[in-house]
């Protein structure tokens, strides 16, 4: 007499001569007699391989990526939502303060960094300094964002463009990029679009164009003569194209020289030529270092200082971790290294999409992307475009932990090509990295690890350690090879678990497994022998 064997509840591959199971369903694993649920949260594959000291996760629910933790407790697993990635989260690195980019620490508080924000403020200013492409308002804290056709590289806290794309020029006030003809211009700016020296009878305007010449631009209507000027006035020198331009130092008078045009009685030293007091006045804003001609507006400020929208200097203010700014633009350049944090639009964020991190020298270091992405040249995570055939979901060196169905050839040694994990033919479950294959397909069979083809049987249900049936269709019976065969009974209509015994016919009866042929009413009487 058998004993009666009872399959493991959850299980999907049950080994019948070591009474074990070897594969169990989702968000379960092979715990000594049972098939254990997995405590790791949105897992939903876990490496039979797991103990419950040990949970290994090899697939999350959609949505989520899976993460290794620190490399001193590799096999601590995550999954975590895929979209916290790109924040620059990771459950091993600890938040600043038990904050989560984009909420960032304000001194005393968690708080949302405002849109745009480089470095926050206070609550009665939300912002003082503001990304590139963004306005500020420094008497508000908020951050305005605007859009310079054609430009390249915006300023940060003030609307000008820095460079224009291929072809284009900046305006002189940097507000906008252009690429149109100048009208009546002899004489063309390299570096913005502007013009130097206009055309004869054409006078060369502050924002760089050409425009014909009149009286008002001359000393006096009797100086203007068949479309030029004869004569400028005070603080002005005649061109030789017939216009009057603004001599390019701060006079406070003109000297009417023939041998230097331009020559003045200069203001004094650190003074500008006020022209709505008509004299000379002392420039008086801090930290500039040089201004405007003829105003008290900063056109280039000290170090560590940016431009405003009004011409004043203003501290640029070093965004949390940030080592370096550019020069006299309020713009992170790279992070500190103390704090491992990477640059990402403009703020110092552990980075994003980080699969694995290291303790190396105390500070934690991402060592590998998340599953399909890969580092690009800046060591930043960015989606693999081989991703289809790599098959990995860790890539760190000497390490690769491959999807399932897949296995590395040598995970202790350097990838023979571009993709470390082969796949194992037919195979849809094995442990990490393994070789060998715990479940094949409904296409092949388990043999000794390895998944082969199966002959073509018409299984109900197919045996996954043999090339055989366990159940057949209806009308059809296991035989001792493990085929299913037809039923041998003319006009039979159904049979009994998988046996070769008709329980229904179309006509007559069933006599011991068979359809009779007697007609309706006629009584079979079988002689038993003594």
């Given at each position: 007499?058998?004993?009666?064997?009872?399959?493991?509840?959850?299980?999907?591959?049950?080994?019948?001569?070591?009474?074990?199971c070897k594969v169990c369903a989702d968000g379960y694993y092979p715990a000594g007699t049972v098939c254990q649920k997995g405590s790791i949260t949105?897992?939903?594959?876990?490496?039979?391989?797991?103990t419950l000291a040990s949970e290994i996760c090899r697939l999350c629910d959609s949505g989520y990526s899976l993460l290794i933790g620190i490399h001193t407790d590799a096999n601590k697993n995550y999954c975590v939502p895929t979209e916290e990635l790109a924040n620059g989260y990771h459950p091993a690195v600890p938040d600043k303060n038990g904050c989560k980019y984009p909420n960032v620490w304000d001194g005393t508080n968690c708080v949302p960094l405002?849109?745009?924000?480089?470095?926050?403020?206070?609550?009665?200013?939300?912002?003082?300094?503001?990304?590139?492409?963004?306005?500020?308002?420094?008497?508000?804290?908020?951050?305005?964002?605007?859009?310079?056709?054609?430009?390249?590289?915006?300023?940060?806290?003030?609307?000008?463009?820095?460079?224009?794309?291929?072809?284009?020029?900046?305006?002189?006030?940097?507000?906008?990029?252009?690429?149109?003809?100048?009208?009546?211009?002899a004489v063309k700016s390299t570096t913005h679009h502007a013009c130097l020296t206009c055309d004869k009878k054409f006078q060369l305007t502050p924002e760089g164009y050409c425009r014909a010449i009149v009286a008002t631009d001359c000393q006096g209507n009797g100086q203007f003569k068949n479309g030029v000027c004869e004569a400028?006035?005070?603080?002005?020198?005649?061109?030789?194209?017939?216009?009057?331009?603004?001599?390019?130092?701060?006079?406070?008078?003109?000297?009417?020289?023939?041998?230097?045009?331009?020559?003045?009685?200069?203001?004094?030293?650190?003074?500008?030529?006020?022209?709505?007091?008509?004299?000379?006045?002392?420039?008086n804003q801090p930290n500039c270092s040089k201004f405007k001609l003829w105003s008290n507006n900063c056109d280039v400020c000290l170090p560590g200082y940016y431009r405003t929208a009004t011409f004043t200097c203003a501290e640029i203010l070093k965004t949390p971790d940030c080592a370096t700014t550019s020069q006299n633009e309020a713009v992170?350049?790279?992070?500190?290294?103390?704090?491992?944090?990477e640059l990402v639009n403009e703020i110092c964020i552990f980075k994003p999409y980080c699969g694995w991190v290291r303790n190396i020298n105390d500070p934690m270091v991402c060592v590998s992307c998340i599953k399909d992405y890969v580092f690009n040249a800046e060591k930043m995570c960015e989606?693999?475009?081989?991703?289809?055939?790599?098959?990995?979901?860790?890539?760190?060196?000497?390490?690769?932990?491959?999807?399932?169905?897949?296995?590395?050839?040598?995970?202790?040694?350097?990838?023979?090509?571009?993709?470390?994990?082969?796949?194992?033919?037919?195979?849809v479950y094995n442990n990490l990295n393994s070789q060998v294959?715990?479940?094949?397909?409904?296409?092949?069979?388990?043999?000794?690890?390895?998944?082969?083809?199966?002959?073509?049987?018409?299984?109900?249900?197919?045996?996954?350690?043999?090339?055989?049936?366990?159940?057949?269709?209806?009308?059809?019976?296991?035989?001792?090879?493990?085929?299913?065969?037809?039923?041998?009974?003319?006009?039979?209509?159904?049979?009994?678990d998988d046996q070769n015994f008709c329980s229904a016919c179309d006509s007559g009866s069933v006599v011991d497994g068979v359809c009779s042929n007697c007609p309706a009413g006629v009584t079979i009487v079988v002689s038993i022998p003594n």
């Open positions: 007499m058998c004993d009666k064997i009872v399959v493991w509840n959850n299980c999907l591959a049950f080994d019948f001569d070591n009474l074990v949105n897992c939903k594959v876990y490496d039979q391989a797991s405002p849109d745009g924000c480089s470095v926050i403020g206070s609550s009665q200013i939300p912002c003082f300094s503001c990304k590139t492409s963004y306005t500020l308002d420094a008497i508000a804290g908020t951050c305005q964002q605007y859009t310079i056709d054609n430009c390249v590289s915006p300023r940060a806290n003030v609307k000008e463009c820095l460079k224009c794309a291929t072809n284009f020029l900046p305006t002189l006030d940097l507000q906008s990029c252009l690429d149109t003809p100048l009208e009546n211009c400028c006035k005070n603080l002005f020198y005649l061109t030789e194209q017939g216009s009057c331009l603004r001599i390019e130092k701060e006079c406070k008078n003109s000297i009417n020289s023939l041998q230097d045009p331009k020559a003045c009685r200069l203001c004094g030293t650190d003074q500008y030529y006020d022209d709505v007091i008509k004299t000379c006045a002392n420039h992170c350049l790279g992070c500190t290294l103390a704090s491992n944090q989606l693999d475009p081989n991703a289809v055939d790599s098959h990995y979901y860790i890539n760190y060196g000497d390490y690769y932990g491959c999807d399932l169905g897949y296995h590395s050839l040598q995970v202790a040694d350097p990838p023979l090509d571009d993709y470390p994990c082969r796949l194992i033919d037919g195979c294959c715990l479940l094949c397909n409904k296409d092949h069979y388990l043999s000794n690890g390895a998944c082969k083809i199966r002959s073509e049987l018409t299984c109900k249900t197919s045996n996954p350690s043999a090339d055989a049936c366990l159940t057949c269709p209806d009308m059809k019976f296991l035989n001792e090879l493990g085929s299913c065969e037809d039923v041998n009974s003319s006009g039979c209509l159904g049979n009994v």
